[in-house]
């Protein structure tokens, strides 16, 4: 399996495969005390081992925070983090804690009980029971002799077979042979305590188990697996969330990992040699100062706190006096951070860290940096330089640290800033990509210093695509520009090639490729194809920006970007993708209260109910035909005659000449059908949206379905015929290879490998695209109450309006970390300059790049 593969090409290039980097001693203990020590059970501590790995971070924070949720409040837990221990040789495993668990009878001293478990688990029931479980005897219990993911361990007998020499030395096949060569070593534990994914059973299950890799909802290695939905996974983001919104993190300031104390008597020896200014062992220039300089003006700050090794004479210290300016500086060293003064902690207007937080332990990071937020009362702005294993000193020394991925630098910050949303901050990593080569990202976020974000939605020559920026951007409420491309796709590309050739300054002449110059916004919008891409160049000029793309090829993306996409169009998960039921829409009472009072005349006596049909039409995937559309068209007319109405339709760009003759032959006359036009300036889309007492909708128009379920109108789903093409059959294929679940011996899911493989990362890398699973949309939006399929008996009750925009705005802002902006909704470059109704040419009048 490719994952495998690369751990072992990984670990051949290591001199010294057995070595650790920057681990303690000690093993990392969480420890969770009884609430009260006048009712403390006399019940001996719960000892729990967990196997993890950094990459693991949110699985470990939520595996603990399930034990909170279901512990016994009178007992002590301990919980010792198996993670990255030295002596092993971790090449030849699957995950990067295979073998720690046959070290625990020794690492628990040969006594007593404990509980082993992967990280990828949580409680549902208290551990205690697990724990003081009947062993009837034996060394081991666990669901299978061979499935060693939870187990219960008598360590004084288990000392005798599983030695931390052995788990050092030999493979785990092999020691699990060793134990079960003894007799009445294993013991069977209930199910109930390893329930494997789709096994979980509600009201018995007592832990539940996310033992497929390409599944688990936390997403840990998104660059060696392509991941899915799990069933079960919401019980774990329900955690998740729980923790989230309690602040909860394994250490804080006031019990802080066993490393952090190690390093801190390491770095107190040093702020002597930080405190000369001589000093040049490091170097302590911020790489982007004249940013920092912008951003402290316009924060407007006067009282600095510089935090790292950072030399007496800064940038800071230069720029202060040359301009005289009055800005009062503190500096501390991790030696002597503020909250271990033993003084009052006050604040700072804005708060500079540099050479610091990488130094230390990574199971510190969330609550140093949100010690950091706590400290300043504007302006965060960090510099993380996680380029290399070693870290230099000022002393001239080296710390070796593992550098952590980018998502957990970010994670850090997004969480904090959570909590602290009036600071805005700015994170500059300095890291090394696949390829080894020195890459700087940037993440900005809080409360932007400049007033809020500013954005721009890309519209190109599909309208639909543009509706549903448009629609996005007046949800989020921040002041928008619409930016009208011209530039052909062969332009954009031409361009990307010229730059990343060094060419710089090379343009397209005037009216083909244009310019999308600064100042750059802070959001940018796109849908569709193009658009999207155009985006992405966007992101590449200005890194600091976010990117929201709309649609079903809107990937892949890079961690900046912020994907949205219906749930039926079943791609791969990401991180950073929301999902939605329907197409965002622009669609609202204002618009449609606008468009009826323009238009009443149309509709002026015409018999009710009008049952208006939305018409799409042919496309890629679907066909309407001449014969499609005018059996519509006569199934509209009999719908309409048994309810006593009168059937409109208003049809699409797609719907073409030849189907809309036929849909006006079908539905008994032309002053019956609306046919669009290219040229129509006052196209009455929502003026028949506002004038439906029932719609009926063609399935293959997700936008349409979309704008009609917004209203509080009965809905009719008419599906039309799919086109079949070999490519969609050769997806199709791609999909289910994908998605195959091929088990073990034991029953477990295997990891992706081989052609599953393949044909997943084609899917992921957007080559390959999912056939839209429309039946599963239908059903949704059946299941909600939203619409019925059409033969269904009419019911003229009005039914709540299924809109998702505000909701998606909510997440949409909370993903950006754009907080605090009670700003009154953006109308700018809205209807007074760019009309957005459906399927129709934008009108020239909105701002175009030519």
């Given at each position: 399996?490719?994952?495998?593969?690369?751990?072992?090409?990984?670990?051949?290039?290591?001199?010294?495969?057995a070595?650790?980097?920057?681990?303690?001693?000690?093993?990392?203990c969480?420890?969770?005390?009884?609430?009260?020590?006048?009712?403390?059970?006399?019940?001996?501590?719960?000892?729990?081992?967990?196997?993890?790995?950094?990459?693991q971070?949110?699985?470990?924070?939520?595996?603990?925070?399930?034990?909170?949720?279901?512990?016994?409040?009178?007992?002590?837990?301990?919980?010792?983090?198996?993670?990255?221990?030295?002596?092993?040789?971790?090449?030849?495993?699957?995950?990067?804690?295979?073998?720690?668990?046959?070290?625990?009878?020794?690492?628990?001293?040969?006594?007593g009980?404990?509980?082993?478990?992967?990280?990828?688990?949580?409680?549902?029931?208290?551990?205690?029971?697990?724990?003081?479980?009947?062993?009837?005897?034996?060394?081991?219990?666990?669901?299978?002799?061979?499935?060693?993911?939870?187990?219960?361990?008598?360590?004084?007998?288990?000392?005798?077979?599983?030695?931390?020499?052995?788990?050092?030395?030999?493979?785990?096949k092999?020691?699990?042979?060793?134990?079960?060569?003894?007799?009445?070593?294993?013991?069977?534990?209930?199910g109930?305590?390893?329930?494997?994914?789709?096994?979980?059973?509600?009201?018995?299950?007592?832990?539940?188990?996310?033992?497929t890799?390409?599944?688990?909802?936390?997403?840990?290695?998104?660059?060696?697996?392509?991941?899915?939905?799990?069933?079960?996974?919401?019980?774990?983001?329900?955690?998740?969330?729980?923790?989230?919104?309690?602040?909860?993190?394994?250490?804080?300031?006031?019990t802080?990992?066993?490393?952090?104390?190690?390093?801190?008597?390491?770095?107190?020896?040093?702020?002597?040699?930080v405190?000369?200014?001589?000093?040049?062992?490091?170097?302590?220039?911020?790489?982007?100062?004249?940013?920092?300089?912008?951003?402290?003006?316009?924060?407007?700050?006067?009282?600095?706190?510089?935090?790292?090794?950072?030399?007496g004479?800064?940038?800071?210290?230069?720029?202060?006096?040359?301009?005289?300016?009055?800005?009062?500086?503190?500096?501390?060293?991790?030696?002597?951070?503020?909250?271990?003064?033993?003084?009052?902690?006050?604040?700072?207007?804005?708060?500079?860290?540099?050479k610091?937080?990488?130094y230390?332990?990574?199971?510190?990071?969330?609550?140093?940096?949100?010690?950091?937020?706590?400290?300043?009362?504007?302006?965060?702005?960090?510099?993380?330089?996680?380029?290399?294993?070693?870290?230099?000193?000022?002393?001239?020394?080296?710390?070796?640290?593992?550098?952590?991925?980018?998502?957990?630098?970010?994670?850090?910050?997004?969480?904090?800033?959570?909590?602290?949303?009036?600071?805005?901050?700015?994170?500059?990593?300095?890291?090394?990509d696949?390829?080894?080569?020195?890459?700087?990202?940037?993440?900005?976020?809080?409360?932007?210093?400049?007033?809020?974000?500013?954005?721009?939605?890309?519209?190109?020559?599909?309208?639909?695509?543009?509706?549903?920026?448009?629609?996005?951007?007046?949800?989020?409420?921040?002041?928008?520009?619409?930016?009208?491309?011209?530039t052909?796709?062969?332009?954009?590309?031409?361009?990307?090639?010229?730059?990343?050739?060094?060419?710089?300054?090379?343009?397209?002449?005037p009216?083909?490729?244009?310019?999308?110059?600064?100042?750059?916004?802070?959001?940018?919008?796109?849908?569709?194809?193009?658009s999207?891409?155009?985006?992405?160049?966007?992101?590449?000029?200005n890194?600091?920006?976010?990117?929201?793309?709309?649609?079903?090829?809107?990937?892949?993306?890079?961690?900046?970007?912020?994907?949205?996409?219906?749930?039926?169009?079943?791609?791969?998960?990401?991180?950073?993708?929301?999902?939605?039921?329907?197409?965002?829409?622009?669609?609202?009472?204002?618009?449609?209260?606008?468009?009826?009072?323009?238009?009443?005349?149309?509709?002026?006596?015409?018999?009710?109910?009008?049952?208006?049909?939305?018409?799409?039409?042919?496309?890629?995937?679907?066909?309407?035909?001449?014969a499609?559309?005018?059996?519509?068209?006569?199934?509209?007319?009999?719908?309409?005659?048994?309810?006593?109405?009168?059937?409109?339709?208003?049809?699409?760009?797609?719907?073409?000449?030849?189907?809309?003759?036929?849909?006006?032959?079908?539905?008994?006359?032309?002053?019956?059908?609306?046919?669009?036009?290219?040229?129509?300036?006052?196209?009455?889309?929502?003026?028949?949206?506002?004038a439906?007492d029932?719609?009926?909708?063609?399935?293959?128009?997700?936008?349409?379905?979309?704008?009609?379920?917004?209203?509080?109108?009965?809905?009719?789903?008419?599906?039309?015929?799919?086109?079949?093409?070999?490519?969609?059959?050769?997806?199709?294929?791609?999909?289910?290879?994908?998605?195959?679940?091929?088990?073990?011996?034991?029953?477990?899911?295997?990891?992706?490998?081989?052609?599953?493989?393949?044909?997943?990362?084609?899917?992921?890398?957007?080559?390959?695209?999912?056939?839209?699973?429309?039946?599963?949309?239908y059903?949704?939006?059946?299941?909600?109450?939203?619409?019925?399929?059409?033969?269904?008996?009419?019911?003229?009750?009005?039914?709540?309006?299924?809109r998702?925009?505000?909701?998606?705005?909510?997440?949409?802002?909370?993903?950006?970390?754009?907080?605090?902006?009670?700003?009154?909704?953006?109308?700018?470059?809205?209807?007074?300059?760019?009309?957005?109704?459906?399927?129709?040419?934008?009108e020239?009048?909105?701002?175009?790049?030519?």
């Amino acid at each position: 399996m490719a994952f495998l593969i690369k751990r072992v090409f990984v670990g051949l290039a290591q001199k010294d495969p057995a070595r650790s980097c920057g681990r303690w001693p000690e093993l990392e203990c969480v420890v969770l005390p009884a609430v009260s020590e006048a009712e403390k059970s006399r019940n001996p501590p719960v000892r729990i081992f967990l196997g993890t790995e950094a990459a693991q971070f949110r699985a470990e924070r939520v595996f603990v925070w399930s034990i909170v949720k279901v512990r016994d409040p009178a007992r002590r837990y301990e919980i010792y983090l198996l993670k990255d221990l030295p002596g092993f040789d971790r090449r030849w495993w699957l995950t990067g804690f295979t073998a720690y668990r046959f070290a625990i009878p020794e690492l628990a001293g040969g006594a007593g009980r404990a509980i082993y478990n992967d990280t990828d688990q949580i409680y549902l029931a208290d551990p205690a029971e697990l724990f003081d479980m009947p062993m009837q005897g034996h060394g081991f219990l666990s669901i299978h002799p061979r499935d060693t993911s939870v187990m219960l361990l008598d360590c004084a007998r288990m000392a005798r077979v599983w030695t931390l020499a052995g788990a050092r030395r030999q493979r785990r096949k092999q020691l699990e042979a060793k134990a079960l060569a003894v007799s009445g070593m294993w013991g069977r534990l209930d199910g109930a305590w390893n329930a494997r994914d789709g096994e979980y059973a509600p009201g018995r299950s007592r832990l539940v188990h996310f033992t497929t890799l390409q599944t688990q909802p936390w997403l840990p290695f998104p660059s060696d697996y392509v991941y899915w939905q799990n069933p079960v996974g919401v019980l774990w983001l329900e955690l998740e969330r729980s923790a989230d919104q309690a602040g909860y993190q394994l250490f804080d300031a006031s019990t802080p990992s066993a490393g952090y104390h190690a390093l801190q008597s390491r770095f107190r020896r040093l702020t002597a040699a930080v405190a000369d200014s001589s000093s040049t062992a490091v170097d302590a220039g911020f790489s982007d100062w004249p940013v920092v300089q912008r951003l402290l003006q316009q924060s407007s700050a006067r009282t600095v706190l510089e935090f790292g090794f950072i030399s007496g004479y800064t940038a800071l210290s230069a720029e202060r006096d040359q301009r005289a300016a009055d800005w009062v500086v503190e500096r501390r060293t991790p030696g002597e951070p503020p909250w271990e003064k033993g003084e009052a902690v006050r604040s700072f207007d804005a708060v500079l860290c540099r050479k610091a937080l990488e130094y230390f332990p990574d199971e510190d990071l969330p609550w140093l940096i949100d010690k950091l937020f706590a400290l300043s009362d504007r302006l965060l702005h960090v510099e993380v330089d996680d380029t290399a294993s070693l870290k230099r000193l000022p002393d001239g020394s080296t710390l070796e640290i593992a550098p952590r991925r980018p998502a957990r630098w970010l994670s850090c910050f997004e969480l904090a800033s959570r909590r602290h949303p009036r600071v805005h901050y700015q994170l500059v990593l300095n890291t090394r990509d696949a390829t080894g080569r020195r890459t700087q990202a940037m993440r900005v976020g809080g409360q932007l210093v400049g007033g809020a974000p500013r954005v721009w939605v890309l519209a190109h020559r599909k309208p639909g695509h543009t509706s549903q920026a448009v629609g996005l951007a007046e949800a989020l409420a921040w002041p928008y520009e619409i930016k009208l491309l011209r530039t052909l796709p062969w332009v954009l590309l031409a361009r990307c090639v010229a730059q990343r050739l060094g060419w710089q300054s090379w343009s397209p002449g005037p009216g083909r490729g244009g310019e999308l110059g600064p100042p750059w916004p802070d959001v940018v919008v796109a849908s569709g194809w193009f658009s999207t891409r155009v985006a992405r160049w966007l992101r590449c000029e200005n890194p600091a920006l976010r990117a929201v793309l709309l649609g079903r090829k809107n990937g892949p993306s890079g961690p900046s970007d912020l994907l949205i996409g219906c749930a039926h169009f079943a791609l791969p998960l990401a991180a950073n993708r929301i999902e939605t039921v329907l197409p965002v829409h622009p669609v609202s009472l204002e618009r449609l209260r606008d468009a009826a009072e323009r238009q009443a005349k149309r509709f002026a006596g015409l018999s009710r109910p009008r049952i208006v049909a939305l018409v799409g039409g042919d496309s890629k995937h679907s066909v309407l035909d001449t014969a499609g559309a005018y059996r519509l068209g006569q199934d509209l007319q009999t719908f309409a005659r048994e309810a006593g109405g009168v059937a409109l339709a208003i049809t699409s760009r797609r719907t073409g000449a030849r189907a809309s003759a036929a849909l006006k032959l079908g539905i008994g006359g032309a002053e019956y059908v609306h046919e669009w036009r290219r040229d129509e300036l006052d196209n009455p889309y929502f003026a028949y949206l506002s004038a439906a007492d029932v719609f009926v909708v063609t399935g293959d128009s997700e936008s349409m379905l979309a704008e009609a379920a917004a209203t509080d109108k009965p809905l009719y789903i008419y599906p039309i015929a799919e086109r079949a093409r070999l490519w969609d059959r050769f997806a199709r294929w791609v999909t289910h290879q994908a998605q195959a679940q091929r088990r073990n011996k034991r029953g477990s899911v295997r990891p992706q490998r081989g052609l599953q493989y393949l044909c997943a990362r084609l899917l992921d890398r957007a080559w390959v695209l999912p056939p839209r699973n429309t039946p599963a949309l239908y059903q949704a939006l059946i299941e909600r109450g939203v619409a019925q399929m059409f033969g269904a008996p009419l019911e003229l009750r009005s039914r709540v309006p299924f809109r998702e925009s505000t909701e998606l705005a909510e997440r949409v802002r909370e993903q950006l970390g754009f907080y605090d902006h009670d700003l009154p909704r953006a109308a700018a470059s809205s209807l007074s300059e760019c009309s957005i109704d459906r399927e129709y040419a934008i009108e020239e009048r909105a701002e175009s790049v030519p």
